[in-house]
């Protein structure tokens, strides 16, 4: 059976794919084909966005609490070492916390990098976009203290909850709470 060759003008029949000189089968996509592909891409793309979103607001909320009950935990930690007391102060007009010695007021340094242990969630990469909506402990002070055996300050009068604070970004939420007197932390 004799092969038809392609030459510009010839007319195949249906079906027929046109072969190229030496015998190759002509390929590619025609320009329909490549815009149907990109835009099935784009479809998808924007499909999986707003999870994505969502997925990288809970990260940076969930590092904010872990940030927080990090802080917490130091105090208390620091306070039995030491014998003194020592607490974390929540200021939501700034969006920081601080851990501090309370005989002195003063910032106490942080573990890991030797500077002032202060976190400004408005500059912190991993947490940025954060809020402190709300830090209550006791009778709405913003500060949480621990005695030199590591219980939470009495600030409150009732015996089974020292306080908590509530993080925002978007429209979720995290509450890390402490317990008295032991200063258990609990993040939901």
């Given amino acids: 059976m004799m092969r038809a060759s392609y030459s510009p003008g010839r007319r195949l029949c249906a079906g027929h794919v046109p072969e190229r000189e030496g015998g190759r089968a002509a390929s590619g996509f025609t320009l329909v084909e490549a ?10 793309v924007a499909a999986g966005v707003p999870q994505m979103v969502d997925a990288l607001n809970g990260m940076k909320l969930t ?8 802080a917490i935990r130091y105090a208390q930690s620091l306070s039995m070492k030491e014998g003194d007391v020592y607490g974390v102060e929540f200021d939501k007009v700034l969006n920081t916390f601080r851990c501090y010695q309370q005989a002195t007021g003063e910032t106490i340094l942080h573990p890991l990098d030797k500077k002032p242990y202060e976190i400004d969630l408005d500059t912190l990469g991993h947490v940025k976009g954060a809020l402190i909506e709300d830090a209550v402990f006791g009778a709405s002070v913003d500060y949480l203290e621990f005695d030199a055996e590591g219980e939470t300050a009495p600030l ?33």
């Fill in 35 to 44: 815009v149907i592909v990109v835009l099935v891409v784009a479809i998808l």
């Fill in 63 to 70: 590092a904010a609490a872990d940030e927080v009950v990090t």
């Fill in 156 to 188: 409150t009068t009732n015996p089974t909850t020292a306080g908590s604070v509530v993080l925002k970004r978007l429209d979720a939420v995290k509450s890390v709470s402490v317990s008295a007197p032991l200063g258990r932390t609990a993040v939901q």
